[in-house]
């Protein structure tokens, strides 16, 4: 077997004969998957069927949402040496003016840099590194999956190994992150919907750039249309809308052509394009991103244009609302209904992202004059309004993920209209002070599931959610100090916080460090919140008094109670009848179905 992406020696002998889930695609969304669940200790089994992690020229940045999932799968130490950590991006109109530098909201807002660009390449091997060091997680390259079959009770797999030969295996999920050709998508007869564009980009990586800008740069250039994204080290990415004259007719580019393009924005010679290809690109989201125990996620499950820089992130979105549900499930802490969320979740946004990209691409990288100029008019003229300017500078035509169904309970009545607008949002990450004496970020205080926020309470308030109904789940209590106090003292420690670090108390307090926390959460004074482990908040309820803590905890766990209730043993009655698998179907593999084989293993 070859060896693996860092340069280790790969895992030896056959794989295991069962794990709970098979991760097929060792993209940066397999592996991010693969790091959640293993960060739960998930048995968990990656297979690429490349011998190594991809060389080619795909995703350029990472946003602040990514990051933060990285920070709590813990991979974040190893990409941020080679990230550039970037200030959002920068559009200019047809006369190479700037129209508009669209940053966040508001800076760190979620503890990381709002876009942050790197090569992927070094991204891919960066994290196939790290995820192989987790003892839980088996990484193989150079092993295909070649035929599956699914039922109620598991999955069975075929493997061909580096070798040539097969292997069998069976396990709880599998998950689909095996890009936009993806396999398991296609043997489940997944259509993909949407269209695909006629228009054919030159993208190159560079090095020995002098561009030294820690943003991206679309150009409105009707004549050239072009995004330029510098990097660390002298790297820089550029994408160029090719004429039809200039497409080649198959195959790559010759370097040739990207030289001749590029030069006109740099100095550049044949050595100094590190790779380069030609692109068409698509809008397609798949009809089903779940046929029973299988699951798609990334660009197996969508694909969109590059233009706002929302492709992989939206992939690691999926792999983040996905994992820590299969871990939920795969622990008896949840039913596997719910996992049933996880397209009503994710859909609705990938779909918004899928047409923002459509939209910026016709408006920003139109190579129509007329239209490019009146772009340039209208945007300068919002400018004017400091509301519309904020709406553009803040990136607020982005639309924020916000789930309307799924794992959230409406927000309870009486509870302050900030924290109800935060139910199905993602809670902002400031600094914080522990009660402990250390800063850090507010995930850190959290834990690694779910968690019970009392945002300035009574002292009364924890202890109360402690003896709640919601105990079961697991919850870490965390007090929110405001107006410069610390926590009260911590009640004792609260057990069952099993998805916490096994030295970390079940309850934790958060005082502000810088102001931010003060600004983000005193709107939410006297509000409890459910926190899920994605760090989407599933509900909110005020905490006047220990007995409406008590009833706002009972009325969630109730409205929850069809997630929570049951066993893993309860899928096959949630999804009786669904069966993955074409006709390739493994009929033979396990003998006597799953069931059979789980007993002897």
């Known amino acids: 077997m070859t060896r693996a992406a860092d340069g280790t020696p790969p895992p030896s002998g056959p794989p295991p004969a069962h794990v709970d889930v098979v991760v097929v695609g060792c993209g940066p969304v397999g592996l991010v998957t693969a790091g959640l669940l293993g960060a739960g200790g998930v048995s968990t089994l990656v297979v690429e069927r ?17 990051l933060r999932t990285l920070q709590r799968a813990r991979l ?54 790290a995820v192989s060091q987790l003892p839980s997680v088996d990484v193989r390259f150079s092993t295909e999956l070649v035929d599956f079959c699914a039922d109620t009770l598991g999955v069975r797999c075929r493997l061909r190994l580096a070798d040539g030969s097969h292997a069998e295996l069976a396990s709880s999920f599998l998950v689909g992150c095996d890009g936009a050709r993806s396999f398991v998508r296609t043997h489940l007869g997944i259509r993909m919907q949407g269209r695909s564009f006629d228009d054919v980009w030159l993208v190159a990586d560079t090095v020995r750039d002098t561009h030294r800008e820690r943003y991206a740069m679309h150009f409105g250039d009707p004549v050239r249309p072009r995004v330029v994204v510098p990097g660390r080290d002298g790297r820089c990415r550029y994408e160029l809308k090719l004429r039809p004259d200039e497409v080649p007719p198959e195959g790559e580019p010759p370097v040739t052509l990207a030289v001749d393009l590029i030069r006109r924005y740099r100095a550049i010679e044949a050595r100094d394009i590190e790779r380069c290809t030609a692109y068409r690109f698509h809008a397609l989201v798949a009809e089903r991103w779940q046929q029973g ?4 996620a990334g660009d ?39 996992l049933d969320t996880y397209e009503p979740e994710r859909r609705p ?57 799924g794992f959230v309970v409406p927000p309870a009545p009486g509870v302050r209209p900030a924290a109800a607008r935060l139910v199905g949002r993602m809670l902002p990450q400031p600094r914080v ?41 697991g919850c870490r209590q965390v007090a929110v100090a405001l ?30 460090v810088d102001g931010r926390l ?70 033979s593999i396990l003998p006597h179905g799953y069931g059979f084989w789980k007993a002897f293993l």
């Not at 125990?293 to 798609?296: A, E, N």
């Not at 990209?357 to 100029?373: C, D, K, Q």
């Not at 009640?491 to 958060?510: E, K, L, N, R």
């Not at 893993?568 to 009848?577: L, R, V």
């Open 50 to 66: 490349n011998a190594t992690t991809s060389d080619e020229a795909k995703a350029i940045s990472v946003d602040d949402e990514s």
């Open 76 to 129: 974040d130490g190893c990409v941020y040496p080679i990230l550039q950590p970037g200030t959002g991006t920068r559009y200019f109109g047809a006369d190479s003016r700037l129209l508009v530098h669209a940053k966040g909201r508001r800076p760190q807002l979620l503890g990381h840099p709002f876009k942050s660009s790197f090569a992927q390449p070094a991204f891919e091997r960066a994290l196939a590194g």
């Open 293 to 296: 125990r299988v699951l798609l």
């Open 300 to 338: 197996a499950a969508h694909l969109m244009p590059p233009f706002a820089g929302q492709g992989l992130n939206s992939g690691i979105r999926d792999a983040d609302n996905l994992s820590w549900k299969l871990r939920a499930v795969l622990a008896g802490r949840a039913s596997p209904t719910l």
């Open 349 to 405: 946004h990938a779909e918004a992202m899928v047409r923002l990209s459509v939209r910026l691409g016709e408006v920003m990288m139109t190579s129509a004059r007329r239209r490019a100029l009146a772009r340039d008019t209208a945007v300068r003229l919002a400018n004017l309004l400091p509301v519309s300017r904020r709406f553009l500078a803040e990136s607020r035509y982005r639309p924020a993920a916000c789930f309307a169904e």
């Open 433 to 473: 002070l522990s009660a402990a004496g250390v800063v850090g970020l507010l995930d850190d205080v959290l834990g690694e599931g779910f968690a019970l926020v009392s945002v300035g309470c009574g002292d009364e308030v924890p202890a109360a959610l402690a003896r709640s109904s919601l105990s079961h789940l």
């Open 483 to 512: 107006d410069d106090t610390m926590p009260a003292a911590m009640p004792p420690d609260v057990p069952g916080a099993s998805d916490a670090p096994a030295t970390a108390p079940g309850t934790a307090g958060a005082a502000d």
């Open 518 to 587: 003060q600004e983000e959460f005193a709107p939410l004074r006297g509000t409890v919140l459910l926190v899920r482990p994605d760090r989407y908040v599933a509900a909110a309820w005020p905490a006047t008094s220990a007995s409406d803590v008590a009833s706002g905890a009972d009325a969630v766990a109730a409205s929850l109670a069809r997630f929570l209730v049951g066993s893993p043993d309860g899928f096959e009655t949630a999804h009786a009848g669904e069966a993955g698998g074409g006709p390739g179907a493994l009929t």
